[in-house]
């Protein structure tokens, strides 16, 4: 009973104030691309140590949720992931939103992204101690097979031919070990160059290799950017909530893949939305159809980067361990105000936690109006203004964007170069989306497997190091599953063939 | 900018695919070449991917030779409006940190709106697309700089002088 | 990379029209004089990501900074390379003493002596060094080396099968390990991790034996870990049940240093007026309470100070890094 209390203290006027500027911020914020979620909780932070400590709370975390699911506007609209977490939003936003179900599919990520963040609230008020003692349980070895897994991807996101898949791939795990490496201390693939020693920024990498295309092929034709909606459909609230209804197992597993994902420090939730993509494809009746504008595409990956939210702040106040990097902002705003993450944030902190935990729930109720409304005017105004305009504000906010990353002009040239070689790599069927998994799970990769090996041979088994620890093998028979699974379904679908002829993408 | 289920034209694929496996062939060799002063634990990532890469390059290669590839027919469209906007990018990618922020930006965004747009231009709507981008670009510019601090270049070229 | 933020009084409608006249005037405009210093915001820049220790500290002085100056330090991040890339622009950035960057030891001395990174270590003008963390050897509390000689029993008994991580090679944690080995005569495995997070992580979830980190990180998890030794003179003040290094036998100080450098034209004046905002900083009695409690040891290098602390240890620095194999 006192947690409710607590938690109803988050209704008082100024917290709910505070909520509602947090999420419309971070909404915009989000919607930019370039501008994460980390930068809106940093910037943030200095105005919060004026505040009592859960008016601060409260807003960073209304920020963090707004700015994750404002990320789906841009991956809906323009094709560019507004923040890492909103990859595979592109993957079926964009199409819907091409042939002129944008609204839809906005309507359907405000939707999915509450039913998300509910989930990861309530893990975090009920399962935080427990789920954290799972995060730990994941050694360098679980994350080396987190990312085999997640590379399996890579048939499922590679359009037409999975051998050019595969080798977009390894170009992006290459492009991830450009710079100084953790391992080993050296400076890889840098050539003399002193720019290149941070190696290749992940977001302004995404930045280039979606938008940049999209650009490019704006400009060659005066044809429209989006097909324009019919008029006076409004936000399309009844088929979007029917479709949820439909997709309802599909949004439940996405958010439990969100929460798990997310309470694992290194991961994040690009790796969650993809991996509750992927699993939503794997299941579908209608697996063909994903990224060709299948809205329970971007259920998954809503509900799941939204699900981030709160599975991220699971190890980072139990532990005291940042599970996302915009929680590693907040746990130092805890710090700097006085809080000692640990056990004591659910007893002798509890006030501020639950108070904090039901801020949290109220910024993700507020999403749903304040998401329709702002979702709404964002799409019609991307369809409405003239292509001149288009052209030059896209262009405008990937350069600031890619810039305001960490303040290097050189990042922007790095994302322009990007973006076109992704362009001439697509015309020759190798589409981003591998290389940008690459690009994502390469450090993951490379480094649970020297630590897994070091480890190993430290213990005086490798084998025994990458076999033979349960949590291991579980994700190894994942990985089994994925690459199999497809096998058996085609053997199958040769077997008896129907009308699956015609389904071919 | 049709959705993409319907079936798309597709044209022959082979010269392309041979050119696009040797060129990766190449990239991955050159990632193993200069992978050779690095210590044992940094190089045996880079390594395995590279020789991954090359080992599917060769048989991209093989197949596009033994069979017939097609690949979709790309997006019809001005190449040389689209050599343009790669064109802009670059230089202005290049001239922020000389230039700074506006001045590379103003200079790129006009360039930006005379290629994308295929109408005739009018006085009247010289004047509006010019009243709205500079409010476009204001109101971006208010927001970095101002709210969110973000030091943005001011251009090397204008301290020197 | 100049300050934007003074024009934050003119109206967004004499923004909007000035735009292109803007960048030009902003250059001489600012030309700065120590009278008056500081007069607006001053951009501060952390070469790496938010939440480490650099980031915490300088979150911290944020607040004393207002109180002390009227004007507000304006966090920013500049990450990747450890540091390298924001250390390498440093001196392309104006030098009106509104712009000053976080700097560490051993990183600033360590880094050029491998691969050009794109600066030396000479070219920092660092003007003041607040703190440092000392290195400490971390296990959980339940773990069975109750002291540090059990952990020496057990890696003499099998060498390299005690399991330590650390945040990166050729890092502090690195060269703390190494300095150990060869102070103790034992072989321990080294597994380096990205960042002091990462390396207590897999502590916690036993996936190594030890952790090399700093008396923070035991500070930050004091309800999990514990201790074995501390490489600082004298024990901390917030953990005096733990044994330093030298109490033991074993010669061996050392952590990591923190401070703040401004790009190399930036003038005296301002360079020793900045330098005492800092040192003040780390007299206010508020600030030593939290940074002790969060596990940092003061110390006070002012500008003047700064060559010969600078001096001594590069020399320490260079030694480590001649047993090391980074420099012959």
């Given amino acids: ?505 | 900018m049709k959705p993409s289920i319907e079936p798309t034209e597709r044209v022959a694929a082979r010269g392309s695919d041979a050119s696009l496996a040797l060129v990766m062939l190449v990239i991955s060799l050159g990632a193993l070449w200069f992978s050779q002063d690095m210590s044992i634990m940094a190089s045996v990532f880079p390594r395995t991917i590279a020789a991954l890469v090359a080992a599917f390059s060769v048989a991209l290669l093989l197949r596009s030779l033994l069979m017939r590839p097609t690949r979709p027919r790309p997006e019809p469209g001005s190449v040389a409006r689209r050599l343009w906007l790669i064109a802009v990018l670059l230089v202005w990618s290049l001239a922020l940190k000389w230039l700074g922020f506006l001045a590379s930006s103003l200079l790129s965004a006009v360039c930006l709106v005379m290629l994308s747009h295929y109408h005739a231009w009018t006085p009247k709507r010289v004047a509006g697309y010019a009243i709205v981008l500079l409010l476009i670009i204001g109101l971006f510019y208010g927001l970095f700089a101002i709210i969110l601090n973000v030091p943005l270049p001011v251009g090397l070229l204008w301290r020197t002088l | ?328």
């Avoid at chain 1, 409405?384 to 906010?397: D, E, G, H, R, T």
């Avoid at chain 1, 093998?473 to 199958?492: D, E, F």
């Fill in chain 3, 1 to 328: 990379m100049r300050q934007t933020s003074r024009f934050k009084t003119l109206g967004l409608s004499t923004l909007v029209a000035g735009m292109l006249g803007a960048s030009a005037f902003a250059g001489p405009a600012l030309a700065a004089d120590a009278e008056g210093y500081p007069d607006h915001n001053v951009q501060y820049i952390i070469p790496f990501g938010p939440g480490g220790e650099s980031d915490i500290s300088a979150r911290l002085q944020q607040q004393y900074f207002q109180e002390l100056t009227g004007q507000q330090l304006i966090i920013q991040y500049m990450a990747g390379g450890g540091g390298a890339v924001g250390w390498s622009q440093l001196n392309e950035m104006a030098s009106d003493g509104y712009t000053i960057m976080g700097t560490n030891l051993p990183h600033i001395i360590l880094k050029p002596m491998g691969k050009d990174p794109g600066f030396t270590t000479e070219e920092l003008k660092n003007f003041h060094y607040f703190h440092y963390s000392p290195d400490a050897l971390i296990v959980t509390n339940d773990s069975p080396y109750k002291t540090l000689d059990d952990l020496i029993a057990a890696a003499k008994k099998a060498p390299g099968s005690v399991t330590v991580s650390g945040s990166g090679t050729q890092s502090a944690n690195d060269i703390a390990n190494q300095r150990f080995e060869s102070l103790a005569d034992v072989k321990t495995t080294y597994i380096p991790f990205k960042g002091t997070g990462a390396a207590v992580t897999a502590l916690l979830g036993d996936q190594v034996k030890a952790e090399w980190g700093y008396t923070t990180t035991a500070a930050n998890h004091s309800d999990k870990v514990r201790m074995l030794a501390v490489a600082s003179e004298e024990r901390h003040p917030l953990f005096p049940d733990v044994p330093t290094f030298k109490e033991l036998g074993y010669d061996m100080t050392g952590g990591a240093y923190r401070g703040i450098a401004v790009p190399q034209g930036t003038s005296e004046e301002i360079t020793k007026k900045l330098s005492d905002i800092f040192s003040q900083i780390n007299q206010n009695p508020e600030f030593r309470q939290k940074m002790e409690d969060l596990g940092f040891v003061l110390i006070d290098v002012p500008y003047e100070e700064m060559d010969a602390f600078m001096a001594k240890r590069s020399k320490e620095y260079e030694q480590v890094a001649r047993e090391m194999g980074i420099i012959e």
């Fill in chain 1, 1 to 505: 009973m006192e947690t409710l209390s607590f938690m109803a203290a988050a209704l008082s006027p100024l917290n709910l104030l505070l909520a509602v500027i947090g999420v419309a911020a971070g909404i915009v914020i989000g919607a930019l691309p370039g501008l994460s979620a980390t930068m809106a909780v940093a910037v943030l932070v200095p105005v919060t140590f004026g505040m009592p400590p859960e008016a601060a709370l409260i807003m960073l975390g209304a920020i963090y949720t707004g700015a994750i699911y404002g990320g789906s506007y841009a991956a809906i609209l323009v094709n560019t992931p507004g923040t890492p977490s909103a990859i595979a939003t592109t993957f079926d936003g964009y199409p819907m939103a091409q042939r002129g179900d944008g609204d839809l599919a906005v309507t359907l990520s405000t939707l999915s992204s509450v039913i998300g963040g509910l989930v990861g609230a309530l893990a975090l008020l009920t399962l935080a101690p427990l789920l954290a003692q799972i995060a730990l349980r994941f050694g360098p070895v679980e994350y080396f097979w987190l990312a085999i897994f997640g590379l399996t991807l890579i048939s499922a996101l590679s359009e037409g031919s999975t051998l050019k898949g595969f080798i977009g791939a390894g170009v992006g795990l290459l492009l991830s070990t450009v710079g100084v490496s953790v391992i080993g201390g050296d400076i890889r693939y840098s050539f003399g160059s002193q720019f290149l020693l941070g190696g290749i920024e992940t977001i302004s990498a995404l930045i280039g290799l979606y938008c940049i295309p999209v650009l490019i092929d704006l400009v060659a034709t005066p044809s429209a950017h989006l097909q324009p909606p019919e008029k006076g459909r409004g936000i399309r609230l009844g088929e979007g909530l029917a479709l949820i209804w439909r997709g309802k197992l599909n949004a439940a597993r996405s958010a439990v893949i969100g929460t798990l994902v997310a309470i694992l420090p290194g991961a994040g939730g690009s790796i969650a939305s993809l991996v509750s993509y992927s699993e939503a494809r794997r299941t579908s009746k209608r697996s063909e159809r994903f990224g060709h504008g299948e809205p329970d595409g971007v259920i998954a990956t809503e509900t799941a980067n939204n699900a981030t939210v709160g599975g991220g702040f699971i190890p980072t106040f139990v532990l005291g361990i940042p599970g996302t990097p915009p929680d590693a902002v907040i746990l130092g705003a805890l710090l700097v105000q006085g809080f000692r993450t640990g056990p004591e944030m659910f007893t002798t902190n509890a006030s501020v936690t639950y108070t904090f935990i039901g801020g949290l729930v109220i910024a993700t109720l507020l999403m749903l109006p304040m998401g329709l409304l702002i979702g709404r005017y964002a799409f019609k105004s991307i369809v409405s203004i003239p292509k001149a305009l288009l052209v030059p504000s896209i262009a405008f906010m990937t350069v600031i964007g890619t810039y305001a990353i960490r303040n290097n002009p050189f990042d922007v040239v790095v994302m322009v170069a990007l973006g076109v070689i992704g362009w001439v790599l697509a015309r020759y069927g190798i589409k981003p989306s591998p290389i940008v998994l690459g690009l994502i799970l390469g450090p993951i990769a490379e480094q649970g497997f020297v630590q897994g090996y070091l480890i190993g041979n430290a213990s005086g088994s490798v084998f025994g190091a990458f076999f033979g620890r349960p949590l291991s093998l579980a994700i190894i028979a994942m990985v089994l599953l994925s690459v199999l699974y497809p096998v058996w379904r085609t053997y199958r679908a040769r077997r008896l063939p129907k009308e699956s002829e015609e389904a071919r993408p």
